[in-house]
């Protein structure tokens, strides 16, 4: 199939490798289909209000290294469920589907390409099944995603987590401090697990794995008792402790789309390591820095190998699909069997057994 006209939207939550990704989808669509390329702005939001921006060769110049999204994106806006907040609180949820449907029809778009991670994927099915020939492209730091081995934007957050924890653990030896680092990743443990590994901590903590705070400080008792009274801990976000809660934040927009936004476990993990130990115990939260910045080499040559596949398919008219990365070709993956799964770090994985063979405390109940 001929294409002549192809839309871009990133959705979502910012990571490092959109821009290549757009810049990539910009490039091969111009360069191999000689098409146009229409950038939505701020993700469904911009089909909504057709709000879009010409992308070509020149305006996608020097993106490539750019953190972020040249179109801006946004992780509220779900156009199936819109969610507006009245001045007295109460929140009303429309259905604007349509007229997002409408702006492409306008448009006259032969492909929309969705990018994103599990919930705007969703989303994108969704306006596949309305009719709206869709191909996906899979993004998040988090890299919950099923069907691809590595979603881009993760491997650049591995690397800052990694670089801070380095950071952290030269205060740590200095000081004799015990150093909690806590990292995103939401409900999957892949950012702590690997930048933990990789940066040297001793103890990983990760949702998937509930932990025992007694197995934490006795990790701690034992480390002081043998000469290194200072240690290292990694803890995802939606870690939580054995019968424990995950520790959550309100903002304005949790309270509008209802979702809580996690964050806070490494303080309270400290509060409870204070109360066993008489070592001075510092947290620090390394947030969005995650997701800012320079992609790494890998999240770059991933990205432009998605966005430029993703062109190909497009052009064979294979919609309803999303690009992923099987090492160490890029396939395509219906995207009915993404919808609702969410990649958690197997517990018997091979990652855990390397990372506990080597002595790294993951929160278990000790045996
Ligand atoms: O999904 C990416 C992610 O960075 C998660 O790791 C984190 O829980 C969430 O987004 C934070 O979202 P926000 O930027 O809206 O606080």
């Given at each position: 199939m001929g294409l002549k006209k192809v839309g871009i939207l990133t959705g979502g939550g910012d990571c490092s490798g959109l821009n290549a990704v757009i810049r990539a989808v910009t490039r091969s669509a111009i360069i191999e289909h000689g098409a146009r390329v229409v950038g939505i702005e701020g993700g469904f939001e911009g089909l909504v209000f057709n709000h879009t921006q010409d992308l070509t060769i020149k305006s996608t110049?020097?993106?490539?290294?750019?953190?972020?999204?040249?179109l801006g994106t946004t992780n509220k806006g779900n156009p199936f469920e819109w969610r507006e907040q009245s001045h007295d609180g109460s929140i009303s949820v429309y259905d604007y589907s349509d007229r997002a449907v409408q702006t492409v029809k306008e448009l006259e778009l032969d492909c929309l390409f969705v990018v994103g991670g599990e919930g705007t994927l969703e989303i994108g099915y969704k306006f596949q099944k309305k009719g709206v020939q869709v191909i996906g492209i899979p993004k998040t730091?988090?890299?919950?995603?099923?069907?691809?081995d590595y979603t881009f934007g993760y491997q650049t957050a591995v690397q800052v987590a990694c670089d801070a924890l380095d950071r952290l653990a030269t205060t740590g030896r200095s000081h004799q401090r015990v150093m909690i680092l806590e990292v995103m990743g939401r409900t999957a443990g892949w950012i702590a697990l690997e930048a933990g590994i990789a940066g040297g901590a001793h103890i990983i903590l990760i949702p998937e794995i509930p932990y025992n705070i007694e197995s934490v400080v006795q990790k701690i008792r034992l480390r002081a008792k043998g000469g290194s009274p200072y240690s290292i801990i990694m803890v995802a976000e939606g870690a939580k402790a054995i019968g424990g809660d995950v520790v959550t934040q309100e903002t304005a927009t949790t309270r509008l789309q209802g979702v809580p936004q996690l964050g806070g476990i490494g303080f309270h993990l400290a509060n409870q390591i204070k109360e066993q130990i008489d070592l001075e115990v510092r947290c620090t939260v390394l947030g969005h820095i995650q997701r800012g910045g320079t992609p790494t080499a890998f999240d770059r040559v991933l990205g432009t190998r998605l966005g430029s596949y993703a062109v190909q398919a497009a052009a064979d008219g294979k919609f309803g699909t999303m690009v992923a990365l099987q090492t160490p070709d890029i396939i395509l993956v219906p995207l009915?069997?993404?919808?609702?799964v969410v990649r958690h770090v197997?517990?018997?994985s091979q990652l855990i057994k390397c990372a506990e063979s080597i002595g790294i405390n993951m929160g278990r109940e000790a045996a």
């Open positions: 110049r020097d993106i490539l290294t750019l953190g972020g999204t040249i730091i988090d890299n919950d995603l099923d069907k691809t009915h069997e993404l919808a609702g197997p517990v018997d």
